[in-house]
């Protein structure tokens, strides 16, 4: 299957810095990536469409200030958590289609981010 | 917008058991994904599955599309088949989670 690779793999960082985490696909161009957010014990959260040369699109109740998403290439989508708290602690996980609808999603390694 | 439910919620198996799997899904979509979350966070395909039936190993999968449900068989299960399993459904242009199902295989 396609690779979709993501580093890091964890991050500690203190409250009021920003964190950036990087998604890409290894073998395969992708117009569309995903950012998902998990926390403990739930399931996975869709927060927003990273789209590759134009603006992210934000599911409801995600801030958009906050979670700056940049997709400058075809293989590359960073998120960045922006003055980060506690509560922003989380898994996050990318993903990505080696195609265009209707075909299969590959998923990063995921992000451990806390922040202290 | 749509529903996806799986069940059993939690799932304890002894070694070599089999068992089932179901995801419900409240309205026509474009695909299906069985994952397996492993214990560090990786999510692994297991089935690229909207309609039919598939079989890998000791997994197989089969999605009713019409009826909107999709069903994941393991058999012979083994303790490295532990974990959280989730179905998701692509809805538009996104893929909708279902709520997944702990399973716990002991030796």
């Known amino acids: 299957g396609a690779v979709v690779s993501q580093h890091p793999s964890w991050v500690i960082c203190k409250s009021g810095t920003s964190v950036k985490i990087e998604c890409r696909s290894l073998?395969?161009?992708?117009?569309?990536m995903f950012w998902y957010r998990q926390f403990p014990k739930q399931s996975l959260m869709l927060m927003a469409t990273?789209?590759?040369?134009?603006?992210?699109?934000?599911e409801q109740g995600v801030e958009k200030d906050k979670f700056l998403i940049n997709h400058a290439s075809l293989t590359l989508s960073t998120l960045t958590v922006t003055s980060a708290h506690p509560e922003d602690s989380s898994f996050y996980i990318c993903s990505a289609r080696p195609g265009a609808l209707n075909t299969e999603a590959f998923f990063g390694q995921g992000t451990r981010l806390t922040v202290v | 917008g749509i529903q996806v439910e799986q069940s059993p919620p939690d799932l304890i198996l002894q070694e070599g058991a089999n068992s089932t799997l179901r995801c419900n899904f409240s309205d026509s979509v474009n695909n299906l994904q069985w994952f397996h979350q492993n214990p560090w966070g990786q999510l692994i395909n297991l089935f690229y599955i909207p309609s039919g039936t598939k079989q890998n190993g000791r997994l197989s999968a089969t999605t009713v599309a019409t009826e909107r449900y999709s069903l994941l068989y393991i058999s012979s299960s083994q303790t490295t088949d532990s974990g959280v399993y989730f179905c998701?459904?692509?809805?538009?242009?996104?893929?909708?989670f279902g709520a997944g199902t702990i399973l716990r295989v002991k030796s």
């Open positions: 990273s789209n590759e040369g134009s603006k992210a699109t934000y």
């Open positions: 998701a459904v692509e809805y538009g242009n996104k893929l909708v």
């Open positions: 073998d395969f161009q992708a117009t569309t």
